[in-house]
């Protein structure tokens, strides 16, 4: 009996044993998977985190292409005022931590195209999980005629609107086999007579009425006058986007330019321009020009040089007058735009002037002098070109951006890597 109680003893002990191994290593297994598990856990979050910053980064330039004006500000932490440019930011928690990095870099080619790269914790660790998003924006151009008005259009006698395609770099200029067909007008309106075609006047391109309207209500002709297109209906309303004032420019307070030259070189926000008595106001560097009231009188001018970019945004009114001029050096269309608030009164481009650039003023007046030639396009609320003044529409506009607010911008392609 004592041989026999041994024995089983032996045997629960050999069993109880193996069941601790059995069970140390199942538990060393299932440890292993859990830490596994955990690491994957940890490494997906961390991937998920680095994604969401670079989401992050591509919003934030879609918010700066879309409504924030296009300037990239290095205040903002753009490195260049003009596309190409990037940003690198990063992005802390509310102890003040590195949670992330993102450097965001925007080409414009016709199309937008905004690349994100982005790191948890940042770009430069190693160790970082990393991830890569590419957008492409398609832009709806926000010039697509060389006049649409919201009201009236007025064509006085021997006016002359045609086209041009001055190409991607806006370097081919107006003339010669350079000369088209595609220089077509609209209003928005379906009033009788709202578009009146004075005698001689040629019209090389088509005539759009409002939604709805009638052409032969709506236009009207005088004399010789002709359109050498069609007259048509517009199939939907036209999108007028407002011009946002920019904010965070310097307070320059008035500029007076009389018997001399100034130069403005960065942008600025002003109450009052006025080049008057042969006065030569110089821009010499893309900015926006932010003023109240801007008058170029009596044998003055603006001129743009070095191919600079600028956008002219005016509240109450500008004027051009009196044997004044507006002379952007480039000829590129695309490198001066006029923007009216929808406070501004009328914007007046009156004598004989030469003028490469655009007008968008969907609430305000624009006149255009006898004698006068513009290259480029046109929109607002009421358009007169007096007796004999031409417009010649870029077509590269339709295809080229401008800012701000040039036109409706959606994402077309989005992709992670």
């Not at 994100?116 to 590419?134: E, H, M, W, Y």
């Not at 926006?288 to 743009?304: Q, W």
């Not at 002098?369 to 010649?392: P, Q, S, T």
Request: hydrophobic letters at 40%; glycine letters at 8%; a negative charge.
């Amino acid at each position: 009996m004592k041989k026999q109680r041994k024995k089983n003893s032996g045997s629960a002990l050999f069993f109880g044993l193996m069941i601790v191994v059995v069970m140390a290593v199942l538990s060393s297994v299932f440890l292993s998977m859990v830490l596994t598990e955990m690491k994957n856990t940890e490494r997906s979050n961390s991937a998920a985190n680095a994604l969401s910053v670079a989401e992050a980064g591509i919003e934030f330039a879609i918010w700066e292409v879309m409504h924030d004006g296009a300037d990239y500000a290095a205040a903002d932490g753009w490195t260049a005022q003009a596309v190409p440019t990037t940003n690198r930011a990063f992005l802390l928690d509310n102890a003040g931590n590195r949670i992330g990095e993102y450097s965001v870099n925007i080409t414009n080619t016709g199309i937008f195209t905004i690349e994100c790269r982005a790191g948890v914790p940042d770009l430069t660790n190693p160790s970082s999980d990393r991830q890569i998003v590419k957008v492409t924006l398609k832009s709806e151009p926000l010039f697509k005629k060389s006049i649409l008005a919201v009201d009236k259009i007025e064509l006085d006698n021997g006016v002359l609107i045609d086209s041009y395609d001055s190409g991607p770099l806006g370097d081919q200029p107006y003339g010669g086999a350079n000369v088209l067909s595609n220089g077509d007008i609209g209003t928005e309106s379906t009033g009788n007579d709202d578009i009146k075609i004075g005698d001689t006047v040629l019209v090389k391109g088509d005539a759009y009425v409002g939604v709805g309207g009638n052409p032969t209500d709506v236009i009207d002709y005088s004399g010789t006058g002709s359109i050498t297109g069609s007259e048509l209906i517009s199939s939907e309303a036209a999108n007028f986007p407002s011009v946002v004032a920019p904010v965070g420019l310097p307070n320059e307070g008035d500029l007076n330019v009389m018997f001399g030259t100034k130069t403005i070189s960065s942008s600025g926000q002003y109450n009052k321009i006025t080049v008057a008595a042969f006065g030569k106001l110089v821009i010499d560097s893309d900015c926006t020009i932010y003023v109240d009231k801007l008058n170029v009188v009596a044998f003055s001018k603006i001129e743009i040089q070095n191919d600079a970019k600028v956008n002219i945004i005016v509240e109450d009114h500008f004027n051009v007058v009196a044997f004044a001029a507006l002379d952007n050096l480039s000829g590129d269309t695309a490198n001066l735009a006029v923007y009216a608030m929808d406070s501004t009164n009328k914007i007046n481009l009156l004598g004989a002037v030469s003028i490469d650039g655009t007008v968008y003023a969907p609430n305000s007046d624009f006149k255009l002098g006898a004698l006068a030639v513009f290259r480029g396009a046109v929109m607002a609320k009421k358009v007169e070109i007096e007796n004999w003044a031409a417009i010649h529409f870029d077509e590269s506009l339709m295809t080229r951006t401008t800012a701000p607010n040039s036109g409706k911008v959606e994402v077309s392609h989005w992709q992670t890597k």
